[in-house]
T-cell receptor, first 115, second 113 residues
Framework: AQTVTQSQPEMSVQEAETVTLSCTYD???????LFWYKQPPSRQMILVIR??????QNATENRFSVNFQKAAKSFSLKISDSQLGDAAMYFC????????????FGKGTRLHILP | NAGVTQTPKFRVLKTGQSMTLLCAQD?????MYWYRQDPGMGLRLIHY???????AKGEVPDGYNVSRLKKQNFLLGLESAAPSQTSVYFC????????????FGPGTRLTVL
């Protein structure tokens, strides 16, 4: 069965610094999607970034980028120039490209931004 | 576009009471989901729907029922609430495929006494 592991329950970073959140997953599939979702204190979860497994190039969205290592089954999120608004719970998620399979979430990493 | 909305935002129930949570989306998405979020557990899928008139069980379906009579609405029912159902409930929809990006509602905090 597929699993998603976030080994860092909490992290802190100084404002304007860079932080990397770790995520590993277990799958025997070759075609799938990986996601990072952000859940701020307001609770509503939003997509930060996503990666399609067949694309070798790492996805980037402004200050957010991923380091996708397919062979190692690793999908880390790098946040550059951290801002106070980045404080949130971050969830890594995996979804196989199959109608019958459902998204699997990690347990989350709570990120604190220190002013 | 309101996106995904949930009603109500908060609710307190007594053990044994029933209630229905409403999820509505105005994005014409086929796929809709109900999750519960508990501390340290991440999100767990309760039920989902792949289209109007269809529903299916997720990871933790016991004690819940769902209906999707209209494409834009996905209802989650608790027939006889139990304290173990105290949680935050999230609805989500996805497009264009079930494995694609999910769009979440703001959540409903439910407390069962």
């Amino acid at each position: 069965a597929q699993t998603v592991t976030q080994s860092q329950p909490e992290m802190s970073v100084q404002e304007a610094e860079t932080v990397t959140l770790s995520c590993t997953y277990d799958t025997s599939e070759s075609d799938y999607y990986l996601f990072w979702y952000k859940q701020p204190p307001s609770r509503q979860m939003i997509l930060v970034i996503r990666q399609e497994a067949y694309k070798q190039q790492n996805a980037t969205e402004n200050r957010f980028s991923v380091n996708f290592q397919k062979a190692a089954k690793s999908f880390s999120l790098k946040i550059s120039d951290s801002q106070l608004g980045d404080a949130a719970m971050y969830f890594c998620a995996y979804n196989k490209k199959n109608r019958d399979d459902k998204i699997i979430f990690g347990k989350g990493t709570r990120l604190h931004i220190l002013p | 576009n309101a996106g995904v909305t949930q009603t109500p935002k908060f609710r307190v129930l007594k053990t044994g009471q029933s209630m229905t949570l409403l999820c509505a989306q105005d994005m014409n998405h086929e796929y809709m989901y109900w999750y519960r979020q508990d501390p340290g557990m991440g999100l767990r899928l309760i039920h989902y729907s792949v289209g109007e008139g269809t529903t299916a069980k997720g990871e933790v379906p016991d004690g819940y029922n769902v209906s999707r009579l209209k494409k834009q609405n996905f209802l989650l029912g608790l027939e006889s609430a139990a304290p173990s159902q105290t949680s935050v409930y999230f609805c989500a929809s996805s497009y264009p495929a079930p494995w694609d990006t999910q769009y979440f509602g703001p959540g409903t905090r439910l407390t069962v006494l």
